[in-house]
């Protein structure tokens, strides 16, 4: 299902989103002085250096902001929790499948802007577990005014993955299942303290044995006010946005202590 490529979503006539990019480097020595005066200029100060400085004031920051969910989370591995206690502390369950050798290793977080608001989310996931969890999110927050919200958190029937477009902007995919004849994928973009859906494909074969994809308005799983839509046209949406699919920079967890 996974792996097609990214020509088929343009195909399919979704996602235009943008980002604005890096500034760029600009440095200068300006010492100069006169003859009479032996005066010298104060140089001017580097840029770049300015920049390093405030990005790790801002990632310093975004740290300290979500300290509450990092604690949770490496006490979590830590203890090796089981699925009951993690789900029953707002943690996701997927964890236990990277409990096997060194878990804090495994594991990690990731600070990114995914809106552009200059303002960044964390993530959650494995840096190596078994092949179920291979690039899932496992967990997804973000700010609203300077405190941690939820987005989104993996579940076993509702994985997540980071999918990021041609124009450096991202998504976040959604691929959940409902029983043996309905799933869905669906494809939001990190909208304020909330998930805004873009795109969604259901297959849901109890509604329409014979036809049962559809494209979707909202994530309710209520095809009733959806569009049906061609089995392989659906493939080709679902397969180019898998191809796409990425792993974001983790730290381990065995680095946060």
């Known amino acids: 299902m996974k792996k097609e490529k990214w020509a ?22 300006a010492q100069t002085a006169t003859k009479d005066d032996a005066q010298v200029t104060a140089p001017v100060q580097d840029e770049t250096q300015n920049s390093d400085a405030s990005g790790a004031e801002n990632s310093s920051a975004a740290v300290n902001a979500y300290a509450g969910i990092l604690d949770s989370y490496y006490e979590a591995l830590s203890g090796k929790w089981d699925k009951s206690r993690l789900l029953s502390s707002g943690l996701s369950e997927l964890c236990t499948a990277c409990y096997d050798g060194g878990v804090l290793q495994r594991v990690g977080y990731a600070l990114q802007d995914l809106n552009g608001d200059g303002s960044p989310e964390l993530l959650i996931g494995a840096i190596n577990g078994d092949d179920f969890v291979n690039q899932m999110l496992f967990d997804l927050y973000t700010l609203q005014d300077g405190k941690p919200v939820q987005l989104a958190c993996g579940q076993a029937r509702s994985a997540y993955y980071l999918c990021p477009d041609e124009a450096g902007a991202f ?87």
């Open 8 to 29: 088929a979503l343009l195909m399919a006539g979704v996602m235009a989103l943008g980002m604005a990019g890096c500034g760029s480097k600009k440095a200068a020595d």
């Open 171 to 257: 998504l976040i995919a959604n691929e959940a299942s409902a029983g043996a004849a309905k799933s869905a994928w669906y494809y939001f973009t990190v909208d304020g303290g909330s998930l805004k859906l873009m795109q969604g494909i259901v297959y849901d074969g109890d509604a329409n044995l014979e036809s049962p994809w559809f494209e979707a308005n909202d994530a309710d799983w209520d095809v009733s006010n959806d569009k049906p839509i061609d089995a392989q046209a659906a493939q080709d949406i679902i397969d180019a946005y898998a191809a796409q699919y990425t792993q974001p920079d983790y730290t381990a967890f065995a680095a946060y202590k």
